[in-house]
């Protein structure tokens, strides 16, 4: 990141989403509020039964220019209203995240403003603190959990720029086991809500299932066995259809699994972290009704409270790319150091949240 000493007023922001399959565009108000927001979800990849990352770019490509003026439509505003320009800019696919922040800093370029290089995990982090969004507001330190089809890991959020990753998977994600298990049964993907509602015809206590790492020391969590031992009580039927009642117990008992194990894992990250004063599950995962009352329930036994930012901001979205920006650019102010300008930020697949604290080292 290069700092220049410009002096802008940081708002309205025009932000932009592109890191996998969702293309969104938001513009948010100096203050943190939403002008506008829009988010396309990419068909395409359903055929595939996963995200194909040169469908994504291409998508993005299509869909950016029309989004962007779309949503300047919904705020009543004109592009040369924007004070400036963020995009996501890492992790996640490469061909995705070139399209967004190359489309951000031309805009940028053109109208002679700002450009700010998003953190996409980052902005996920620092969504519970958008005003409005949880009761009582979400005041440094609180634990993140984040999971969805891409990420799971529980973060430290200590403060704007600093983070701490406690623990992690070793394998799948939350979200990819909930679909490659809906898969199996038949459910199609994205597999996670159609999983949910089965579940609900069916007994959790039935179809006995391991719980990975349960109990073990850390908070890293661990998929793969869980979604073995599943594929290994389906075998027995090989290609004829399952019978209704034993898919809707299997999914309730992998939907029980996977709530033990997480609540385990929280448990432990708690422990990791007792100057947590607040508990926030985000990523589309967090849709889950069985695992958010059990995250309640660790929350209250620890005498803390409970959080869920609404879904459509807990998936990916471009609200919390803005909102992540402004945040960064008010912390760059609060340290008395220059306003970011990102113009020459290349795009990362990966990019650990640990990395975020240089953003405000004191310049040499
Ligand atoms: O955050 P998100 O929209 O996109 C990323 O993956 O980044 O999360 C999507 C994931 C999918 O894996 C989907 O199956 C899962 O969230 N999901 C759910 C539920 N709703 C969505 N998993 C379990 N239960 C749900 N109700
Ligand atoms: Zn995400």
């Not at 007023?9 to 989403?17: C, N, Q, S, T």
């Not at 403060?159 to 898969?183: C, H, N, S, W």
């Not at 597999?191 to 959790?204: F, K, M, V």
Request: net charge negative; aromatic share 6%; hydrophobic share 45%.
């Amino acid at each position: 990141m290069s700092s220049t000493p410009l002096s802008f007023l940081p708002g309205p922001v025009l932000a932009i989403e592109s890191s996998c399959d969702e293309t969104a565009c938001a513009i948010l108000s100096s203050d943190g509020t939403c002008l506008a927001q829009r988010v396309v979800s990419q068909d395409g990849h359903a055929d595939f039964g996963g995200v194909v990352p040169e469908i994504a770019a291409r998508a993005h490509l299509a869909l950016l220019p029309g989004l962007v003026q779309a949503t300047l439509a919904d705020a009543h505003l004109t592009a040369n209203d924007i004070g400036f320009v963020a995009s996501a800019t890492g992790p996640g696919l490469i061909g995705g995240l070139i399209v967004g922040s190359g489309f951000g800093k031309g805009l940028a370029l053109a109208l002679g403003k700002p450009f700010v290089a998003v953190n996409h995990v980052e902005a996920h982090a620092l969504t519970a603190r958008i005003p409005g969004l949880v009761p009582g507001g979400a005041p440094f330190p609180y634990l993140l959990l984040l999971v969805s089809g891409g990420h799971c890991q529980c973060i430290a959020v200590e403060g704007v720029g600093q983070y701490r990753k406690l623990g992690g998977t070793i394998d799948d994600a939350a979200g990819e086991a909930f679909d490659k298990v809906a898969k199996m049964l038949g459910l199609g993907w994205p597999g996670g809500p159609a999983l949910e509602q089965l579940a609900q015809e069916g007994n959790p206590k039935t179809i006995p299932l391991p719980r990975p790492l349960l109990g073990r020391e850390g908070c890293d969590f661990s998929f793969s066995g869980l979604k073995t031992a599943l594929s290994q009580k389906l075998a027995p039927f090989g290609q004829s259809p399952l019978p209704r009642q034993f898919a809707a117990d299997l999914a309730a008992s992998f939907q029980q699994a996977v709530a033990d194990v997480v609540a385990d894992r929280i448990t432990h990250a708690l422990r990791m972290m007792p100057n947590a004063g607040l508990l926030v599950c985000a990523g589309g995962v967090a849709a889950n009704s069985v695992l958010r009352a059990r995250l309640e329930a660790v929350a209250e036994q620890h005498g803390i409270r409970f959080a869920a930012p609404p879904l459509k901001l807990c998936t990916d979205n471009a609200v919390m790319i803005g909102w992540a920006a402004l945040e960064t650019c008010q912390e760059a102010a609060r340290r008395g150091l220059p306003q970011p300008d990102d113009s020459t930020t290349r795009p990362r697949p990966r990019w650990p949240l640990e990395e975020m604290a240089q953003r405000f080292a004191a310049p040499l």
